[in-house]
């Protein structure tokens, strides 16, 4: 094959487009330098590397990510049907609080991040964990306030509600596969991670196609996504922490994958804190609101965690578990305080298992999995509690959640799987 002449945009050349845009959007070129070794040139055309300014990149290049690429300031403009690789398993895109990313892609022509591997062909669609993934920062609202990126130094959020309504930027029909590097243990970039990301950011139509962690995860802010389908991701398919108050509309998840030691934390959806917080403040912890939701799991349903909320509603959760193993129920909670005031609300809720005549043991677990102690488990609450036992049946698949056909999942110019 022909190799193609290869640029790498370093943090020398995004300089040079900071000073020529004036940090804002920039269609220049920047002069060639000598090209990075991690990125093979006959399939990559450009290289990003380090920290970048607002630029707009051509749909007729292939560009490749080297390392942490942070968008510092401006717009980073990617047109419809542009690919962007990651050519290590350490490469990853950070688009910084400040900055905003337009991805705007179409079903006909959308927008794919990957990994290299998965460019070259050596690599199907779906493996996990050979790039790293697409983070946004914002400076919404988390509980903590400030806070640091767990896999990463950057940081992102406020202690208050002043910048909840700003914009990161636009994704629309974009596809992330192949993602969640291990930078250290226990600390893996996620498919797409949003963090302290306001509601003015645009979200729609985005298919996250395998990782290593989770597929999609939300630490506060409250930015709101439409069109969301997750598949393969190995740790939790939805993800929400710190705060995150934003809603899901619409969203598919095929879970596949079993934690090693336990269902739960592989889990289709996750509420949570980091840690126990302050119940003075309850009101502003994880409370995402989520509607319209099919989630087809191997594992957990639902995990909640440290004081965590749900609003969810006309939502379909079916399992493949055949055996009554008191292990894998569709619903858990960690510690006895979640939801201990009134901040949970379940409406339209079916859940089905391949269990006979499965009871509710069978589905909402009696034992937390940090202190057993308690009489507070999800067992007690999705049986008793008057905003969730009148509106969610066991052994049902009657709601009509996220509609398979209706899901685009990644594939151009049609609502087909990949």
């Known amino acids: 094959m022909k190799v193609k002449n290869k640029i790498v945009l370093s943090a020398l050349a995004a300089t040079i487009v900071a000073f020529t845009g ?17 990125c093979n040139a006959s399939y990559i055309d450009v290289v990003l590397s380090g920290v970048i300014a607002g630029q707009t990149l051509d749909a007729n290049k292939t560009y490749g990510l080297d390392g942490k690429v942070k968008l510092s300031s401006g717009t980073l403009t990617i047109p419809a049907g542009t690919t962007i690789a990651g050519c290590t398993g350490a490469s990853f895109m950070i688009i910084a609080p400040g900055a905003d990313i337009n991805a705007t892609g179409t079903q006909a022509a959308p927008i794919t991040f990957t990994s290299q591997a998965n460019l070259i062909g050596t690599s199907p669609d779906g493996t996990a964990g050979e790039w790293g993934g697409l983070t946004l920062l914002g400076n919404g609202y988390t509980y903590n306030g400030v806070v640091t990126y767990e896999a990463d ?62 597929g999609i995860e939300f630490w506060g802010g409250s930015v709101n996504v439409t069109g969301l389908y997750v598949k393969g991701a190995q740790d939790d398919s939805i993800d929400t922490d710190l705060g995150y108050n934003g809603t899901i509309t619409n969203a598919y998840v095929v879970q596949t994958t079993v934690d090693k030691t336990n269902a739960y934390d592989s889990s289709a959806l996750e509420m949570g804190n980091d840690t126990n917080q302050d119940h003075a403040h309850f009101e502003r912890v994880t409370k995402p609101t989520i509607t319209k939701l099919t989630a087809e799991v191997t594992g957990s ?43 949970m609300n379940v409406s339209g809720v079916t859940m089905d298992h391949g269990i006979d005549g499965g ?42 959640g996220a509609t398979i056909a209706d899901i685009w999942k990644g594939k151009a110019g049609s609502n087909d799987a990949l």
């Not at 940090?23 to 991690?38: I, K, M």
């Not at 995990?303 to 578990?321: C, I, P, Q």
């Not at 034992?367 to 009148?390: P, Q, R």
């Open 153 to 214: 130094a950057e940081t992102f959020g406020l202690d208050n509600n002043a910048s909840d309504t700003e914009s990161s930027g636009v994704l629309k029909y974009v596809v992330i596969k192949n993602s969640g590097y291990e930078v250290e243990v226990d600390k893996e970039l996620n498919g797409l991670s949003l963090a302290g990301v306001g509601s003015g950011t645009v979200i729609e139509n985005i298919a996250i196609l395998g990782g290593l962690d989770d």
């Open 301 to 343: 349903g639902i995990y909640m965690k440290n004081d965590a909320g749900l609003v969810l509603s006309n939502a379909k959760f079916t399992s493949a578990k055949s055996v009554d193993d008191n292990t894998s129920q569709l619903v858990t909670y960690r510690t006895s305080d979640v939801m201990v005031v009134d901040d």
């Open 359 to 400: 009871d509710a043991a069978t589905y909402f677990s009696k034992n937390n999995s940090k202190d057993t102690n308690t009489t507070h488990n999800a067992y007690e609450d999705w049986t008793t509690n008057v905003n969730i036992k009148n509106d969610v049946t066991i052994n049902n698949t009657s709601a009509t």
């Open 22 to 38: 004036c940090g804002e959007s920039s269609s220049s070129t920047p002069a060639p330098v000598v090209a990075t070794p991690n």
